[in-house]
């Protein structure tokens, strides 16, 4: 079955540095999503992504975020300047239609910014 | 702005029991309700989906239905097994493609 895929699985970084988490969401899919999960707390959404700009992003994705998707498969969340409160679980996910399709989502990457 | 809330936030159940997770929503103008299932440290996995026009949907012990105008999902589990533990989170999608969270339901099937 297809999948959405998510590297690194789990990182840590010290507060200021920069970091990528990767995606290659599911190949024939048209909508991808990040959103993150802060321990003990309740899945958020971050962005959404469709024909190559942002469809909708939240008060969160300020101007420390920004997403991309440099080639046919990868999808990539960028976190400027991390600082501690980014520390969170971050999932990719990707869809075939906005709205009426099941939306996949990846096994995560654990961020630790320390 | 869409507030999803979860009952009961924990559950603990014997083996062999039917259970229902109950998730409420307050604003009913939705495109679907969806229900994960999420293992501890682990991604989201879709259990369910249900348009807005549908009332419920099936697969295999799971059941979860959708009143819209009450702004109500129930997913049924039937006959639990210890495997079945995780935490069950619902979803909705409305007019944005954004989904909403609730907090979910951890459930734990001892034998």
């Known amino acids: 079955e297809p999948e959405v895929t998510q590297t690194p699985s789990h990182q840590v970084t010290q507060m200021g540095q920069e970091v990528i988490l990767r995606c290659v969401p599911i190949?024939?899919?048209?909508?991808f999503y990040w959103y993150r999960q802060i321990l003990g707390q309740k899945v958020e959404f971050l962005v959404s992504?469709?024909?190559?700009?942002?469809?909708?992003k939240s008060e969160i994705f300020d101007d420390q975020f920004s997403v991309e998707r440099p080639d046919g498969s990868n999808f990539t969340l960028k976190i400027r300047s991390t600082k501690l409160e980014d520390s969170a679980m971050y999932f990719c996910?990707?869809?075939?239609?906005?709205?009426?399709?099941?939306?996949?989502f990846g096994e995560g990457s654990w961020l630790t910014v320390v | 702005k869409q507030e999803v809330t979860q009952i009961p936030a924990a559950l603990s159940v014997p083996e062999g029991e039917n259970l229902v997770l109950n998730c409420s929503f307050t604003?009913?103008?939705?495109?679907?309700l969806q229900w994960f299932r999420q293992d501890p440290g682990k991604g989201l996995t879709s259990l369910l989906l249900?348009?807005?026009?549908?009332r419920e949907q099936t697969s295999g012990r799971l059941n979860a239905s959708l009143d819209k105008s009450s702004g109500r999902s129930t997913l049924y589990i039937a006959a639990s097994q210890p495997g079945d533990s995780a935490t069950y989170l619902c979803?909705?999608?409305?007019?944005?493609?954004?989904?909403?969270f609730g907090t979910g339901t951890r459930l734990q099937v001892f034998p």
């Open positions: 996910a990707s869809s075939g239609t906005v709205s009426g399709n099941t939306i996949y």
């Open positions: 190949s024939n899919h048209l909508y």
């Open positions: 992504f469709y024909n190559n700009e942002i469809s909708e």
């Open positions: 604003d009913s103008a939705i495109y679907n």
């Open positions: 249900i348009q807005s026009s549908q």
């Open positions: 979803a909705v999608c409305g007019h944005t493609d954004k989904l909403i």
